[in-house]
């Protein structure tokens, strides 16, 4: 402002150094007439005002231009010295921020595009799957994942105290950063009242919480606004006392006034909620993922800030915790940083989960343009380049999926995902985390499966306790109809026939089985029913429910494998055991077979697909009703003997389950009822979630799967197995992506599923 007003005020000065400078020209010529006379002035008229007045002007206009000059000089050099200001170069010793993310930059200057991205794989060695196993996939503390820091802090300076290295870190992250980041997910319902304490103690006053794929509503806990939308605890009181919605965005917050009943005292609490990040994607763009880092920094200011999503590990919260140590701690002067060793810290500690190449790769990004755009650092030629090749590859992925249908452009962003080793290996421990209950719990959760438990069992002691007149062993007789003591069913979404008052009157009625619908991408509902196969004690009972719910497909899973293995896994209830024949319930003939009041009847031919797979069709008949025909598909699976050549008859099971109306209901039993029958259902759900709207995530279809299905699946090998299969069913839409991108995940899930089998 100086210098325009020092620029006015010249030029202003110099305007009138012309004015006398021409005036006195003017007033020295006459015109009279048509004729001009100039008046020329004696050589002994130098004296004379004019002459001096004029050479006054011509000495003022010269100086005026001498200092605009000047002027103009002076600008073009304070620009220069601001530029060099702005550069990435460190004048001195003292400049430390500036210096450590020059440092980091230079580092990089002379790795081409895969040697950084490399960068993401150092140490992993150090990561053994029992490491991983315990940090990313079990609950810590009441739904927290990282220790509360005051906590750690007086336990490693108490005297004698010798921390480990987890510890260490924690407390030099919460140092190094502007604030304390907390991580958490949804913590066990039961759980909710230690949650909210935590908040407490921990002095928490802002949640930003990143929202599910899917709705849970058979058990909100898993439904990322349940934890908040409590209205009370047994310590707690929540009331909502403001909402807000940011304007063209899906942000919004809540806050909520918070009263500890016991000790009466009150905290409020702002939650945001972030909807337009999905799960196994990454953000939109640079811009607003750093917009988004911005917004959360500027409403968090140096208070404690939770990351909070359903559960982890969570790919969103991962890059962005990542991302927050990293240029948080560059930022820091007191110590040279190492933001890779940051990252694998990190890793270790459970405070983000593993991250792939295109996790990576977008944070390389993020932080030198956080850092570009706050002028800190001006951006060199190689990371200029590896950003531009780094967007190359975007668009190309992108070329490709608009190619091949929008509609898999989730599902290709996610199986991109499995070509790093330990994104697969974070899946390890997944089937003892969700929807798992104490026996508290279950004995409310399954009433009726103890109930009928206890009549068998008080039937087998009857049994073995009988004792005739005469001294011999009484003959008795006891229905069995449960085969497992420790595989209980839910009462929610049970298939029983409970038609009758007394419960002694249907205590043999029982069928183990539920059932488990949902709502598809395609806005329609199907609808299975998972059960075990039947004993032969509740045949009739079998028929009658596929008779009522009008059955169209009944899939037998036979697996020799299965039996031994759920014989090693699960009890038999006493007076049942693995030599026990499951008999075959369905004619094999053109003969038919009476249970009471239903004739079921072949009435197609057998067909073969190999030594595996075959298929019948058969017809249930009921006096005085019409009859209902339905496809059985029965499969011998040896998962554990023949991974990929059952993942292809399991791609042959679903394709021909998904041909029929899905209105209808489908039938899958298997030996245990939890084993192979659920792993086909959970292939079906995920392959019905498959769409452009939803992100692909086999966690949320796993745990739609167990809120109704209780113990579906129990080992983490067939969790992956049916990950497999999913890459096998979409095949060609992935070789044509990126044939290498199949055979990778291909080879790398064979390797981890053949390894927990054997392990």
């Known amino acids: 402002m100086f210098l325009i007003r020092s620029l006015l005020l010249i030029f202003s000065w110099f305007q009138l150094c012309l004015f006398y400078y021409y005036d006195d020209i003017y007033n020295e010529t006459e015109v009279p007439g048509n004729e001009t006379t100039e008046v020329m002035l004696k050589s002994d008229d130098i004296g004379h005002p004019r002459i001096r007045r004029n050479s006054i002007a011509f000495v003022g206009i010269i100086a005026c231009a001498f200092l605009i000059v000047a002027i103009i000089l002076s600008i073009v050099v304070l620009m220069v010295q601001q530029r060099k200001n702005r550069a990435h170069t460190i004048k001195g010793a003292e400049d430390f921020e500036n210096k450590n993310i020059k440092l980091f930059s230079k580092s990089l200057e002379h790795k081409s595009f895969d040697g950084i991205m490399n960068l993401n794989n150092m140490d992993l060695t150090s990561f053994t799957t029992i490491e991983t196993s315990k940090n990313v996939s079990l609950r ?40 304390e980041y907390h991580i958490a997910e949804n913590p066990f319902d039961y759980q909710s009242n230690e949650f909210w304490k935590e908040i407490f103690k921990r002095n928490i006053s802002l949640i930003f919480s990143f929202k599910s794929p899917y709705s849970f509503l058979l058990q909100p806990q898993y439904d990322p606004n349940w934890i908040f939308d409590l209205k009370e605890t047994d310590d707690f009181q929540f009331s909502k006392i403001e909402e807000h919605k940011y304007m063209n965005t899906s942000i919004f ?66 890059l962005y915790v990542a991302f927050a140590y990293i240029v948080e701690s560059l930022s820091k002067y007191d110590e040279e940083i190492n933001p890779i060793g940051i990252l694998q810290s990190a890793k270790k500690t459970g405070h983000c989960s593993i991250m792939d190449g295109n996790d990576f790769g977008f944070l390389i990004c993020a932080i030198f343009e956080y850092f570009s755009k706050k002028e800190i650092w001006e951006e060199s030629k190689r990371i200029r380049k590896f950003k531009n ?72 002691i009857k049994v073995n306790g009988a004792v005739s007149d005469d001294g011999g062993e009484e003959s008795m007789y006891y229905r069995k109809f449960i085969r497992y003591i420790d595989v209980p069913c839910y009462d929610e979404g049970s298939v029983m026939d409970i038609d009758k008052s007394n419960f002694n009157d249907y205590v043999g009625n029982f069928v183990h089985g539920n059932k488990f619908i949902y709502e598809t991408a395609n806005d329609s509902f199907r609808k299975f029913i998972i059960c075990q196969s039947p004993m032969e004690d509740s045949f009739e009972e079998f028929i009658s429910i596929l008779y009522k719910e009008n059955v169209c497909v009944l899939v037998i899973m036979d697996d020799y494998d299965d039996m031994v293995d759920n014989d090693n896994k699960f009890k038999f209830v006493p007076g049942i055991n693995i030599n026990e024949p499951i008999k075959d319930y369905l004619p094999l003939s053109d003969n038919e077979i009476v249970y009471g009041k239903y004739k079921v009847k072949l009435c197609g031919y057998l067909s073969i697909y190999n030594k595996r797979i075959s298929s019948a069709e058969y017809s249930i008949e009921k006096e005085d009703s019409l009859p209902i025909v339905f496809k059985v598909i029965k499969i011998k699976s040896f998962i554990k003997s023949v991974v990929y050549e059952s ?113």
């Open 140 to 179: 810590m503390n009441h739904g927290f994942v990282n220790p509360d820091y005051n906590d750690i802090k007086k336990i490693a300076f108490a005297i004698g105290s010798n921390p480990d290295e987890d510890t260490l870190f924690n407390i030099k992250i919460s140092l190094l950063t502007n604030r």
């Open 253 to 318: 917050y809540t806050k909520l006034s918070i009263k500890n009943v016991k000790l009466k005292t009150k905290h409020q609490v702002k939650i945001f909620y972030i909807a337009d990040w999905d799960i196994n994607t990454p953000p939109q763009s640079l811009e607003y993922f750093i917009s988004l880092y911005n917004l959360i920094s500027t409403n968090s200011g140096r208070n404690p800030l939770l990351l909070h999503s359903t559960y982890h590990p969570d790919s969103r919260i991962s």
């Open 389 to 460: 090749e780094y967007a190359r590859d975007g668009k190309i992925f992108n070329k490709k999926v608009m190619s091949i249908g929008m509609k898999y452009r989730n599902i290709l962003h996610y199986v991109s995902r499995l070509l790093c080793d330990q994104k697969i290996v974070s899946y390890y421990g997944v089937v003892d985390k969700f929807c798992m209950y104490d026996e508290k719990v279950l004995s409310r959760k399954c009433s009726n499966f103890y109930r009928f438990l206890h009549s068998q069992l008080l039937g087998f």
């Open 647 to 759: 993942a292809t008859d399991f791609v042959s099971i679903c394709r021909m389950i998904i041909e029929y109306d899905s209105k209808k209901c489908i039938f899958i039993q298997d030996h245990s009822g939890v084993s192979n029958s659920c792993i086909v259902a959970l292939i079906i759900h995920m392959i019905d979630m498959v769409d452009e709207r939803y992100a692909f995530d086999p966690i949320s279809s796993f745990i739609n799967l167990r809120q109704s299905r209780y113990m579906a699946l129990r080992y983490d090998y067939q969790f992956l197995f049916a990950i497999l299969v999913i890459v096998e069913y979409f095949s060609r839409e992935i070789s044509s992506f990126d044939s290498s991108i199949y055979r990778g995940v291909k080879e790398k899930l064979l390797y981890n599923i053949e390894s927990l089998i054997n392990n």
